[in-house]
């Protein structure tokens, strides 16, 4: 199956610090999404970018699909931010069955 | 709020017990997604219904079985359970293809 792998795994940053995370998979995909679960465990969508780049408030993504990689950027970082972040994607061809990566653990500090 | 729902939000019970954790989609929705997550595995696919049909199964253990009802609520039983069978579970819902998935709160289930 396909293989999603993120970088760094941790993150520490100082309020207002902007910061860029990444998503690398192995195979072709037809969606991508970017999640991000906040302390009390909820994944709250951010982003559904096969190709191309979207952007919403602080945060923006962008996925270079014949790159096979996404990025992630939050900018002027705030400590609601903390979390950890999850891209995910399904094969493209395939069964839309997301594969989550193993996260990223942003820690913000005031 | 995602408009996915899932019950109970907590589950506390013995080894050898039997658990069902239910998920109602959002509105328009007819495909459900059951996903674990635990420390060792992280998040991992375990089984997808469609308009009540199984459409894809993941690494879904044999003493777990899901369905998914006329109404388009699903169920995912666990039996037998084990102290490794702890975790969050998250129902998603989605369409028919490969559109957003939409996550639930999650059960977290503990085995003691």
């Known amino acids: 199956g396909i293989q999603v792998e993120q970088s760094p795994p941790d993150l520490i940053l100082q309020e207002g610090a902007n910061s860029t995370l990444r998503c690398n998979f192995s195979?072709?995909?037809?969606?991508l999404q970017w999640f991000h679960q906040n302390p009390w465990g909820q994944l709250i969508n951010l982003f559904y970018?096969?190709?191309g780049t979207k952007q919403n408030g602080r945060l923006s993504a962008t996925t270079v699909a014949t790159e096979r990689y996404s990025l992630l950027y939050i900018s002027s970082s705030q400590t609601t931010d903390s979390g950890v972040y999850f891209c995910?994607?399904?094969?493209?061809?395939?069964?839309?069955?997301?594969?989550f990566g193993k996260g990223i653990t942003l820690s913000v500090r005031p | 709020d995602s408009g996915v729902t899932q019950t109970p939000k907590h589950l506390i019970t013995a080894t050898g017990q039997r658990v069902t954790l239910r998920c109602s989609p959002r509105?328009?929705?007819?495909?459900v997604y059951w996903y674990q997550q635990s420390l060792d595995q992280g998040l991992q696919f375990l089984i997808q219904?469609?308009?009540?049909?199984?459409?894809a199964k993941g690494n879904i253990l044999e003493r777990f079985s899901a369905q998914q009802f006329p109404d388009l609520h699903s169920e995912l039983n666990l039996s037998s359970l084990e102290l490794g069978d702890s975790a969050l579970y998250f129902c998603?819902?989605?369409?028919?293809?490969?559109?957003?998935?939409?996550f639930g709160p999650g059960t977290r289930l503990l085995v003691l």
């Open positions: 998603a819902s989605g369409g028919s293809g490969v559109e957003t998935q939409y």
């Open positions: 219904y469609y308009n009540g049909e199984e459409r």
């Open positions: 195979d072709s995909v037809n969606n």
């Open positions: 995910a994607a399904p094969k493209a061809g395939a069964n839309s069955k997301l594969t």
């Open positions: 970018i096969p190709s």
């Open positions: 509105s328009g929705d007819l495909s």
